[in-house]
């Protein structure tokens, strides 16, 4: 339906609360497509509705990433709850499309399974395995306003802040002089 812009970090809007979507209706329809038309435009495996400055508990996965044809339409899970996670874990770089060019290596559990409602309104429980996990876990956390840069330390933040705020100034540069 629309692209919208992503929220890029340190915005504040990436730590506020989000509140359960009690019903599927029109502008969760709507949600859902702006969900999948930016994180298409933006090339991501997933996007979760607080990085399009919406503050419902849902998110996307790619299809293929989920197993599925890559003619399907991405998963959507609202309001989902993590109900296991193996004990073995997984050590990879991870990126986020809140933190453009940036890129944190993260340990997440190697699988791990989550109970959602679907757009149909059912509750339904997917697994994932390796970059399906890591996917699932990533988006999750941005619905409870963790964000990659809590997994690293002050020093490693504040380069990031930086880098970000550099790129920020050059598009609004940008901007001015279009």
Not at 37 to 49: K, P, R, T, V
Not at 86 to 104: A, K, M, T, W
Not at 141 to 154: A, E, Q, R, S, Y
Request: proline share 7%.
């Amino acid at each position: 339906m629309a692209v919208r812009p992503t929220v890029i970090w340190p915005d504040p809007r990436l730590r506020e609360p989000t509140v359960a979507v009690t019903t599927v209706d029109d502008s969760v329809r709507e949600l859902y497509r702006d969900l999948c038309d930016s994180m298409y435009a933006e090339n991501g495996l997933g996007m979760a509705a607080p990085q399009i400055g919406d503050h419902r508990k849902m998110f996307i996965v790619e299809p293929k990433l989920a197993g599925r044809p890559e003619t399907d339409l991405p998963v959507c899970l609202m309001n989902p709850e993590v109900l296991w996670t193996s004990d073995e874990v997984q050590d990879s770089e991870e990126g986020c499309l809140s933190f453009p060019d940036i890129y944190i290596k993260v340990k997440r559990p190697m699988r791990c399974r989550v109970r959602a409602m679907g757009l149909d309104g059912q509750l339904f429980e997917i697994e994932g395995e390796a970059l399906m996990a890591r996917c699932l876990l990533h988006e999750n956390d941005h619905l409870t306003g963790k964000l990659l840069v809590d997994f690293v330390g002050p020093l490693k933040r504040q380069m990031i802040k930086k880098k970000l705020q550099k790129v920020k100034d050059a598009e609004s540069e940008a901007e001015a002089e279009a």
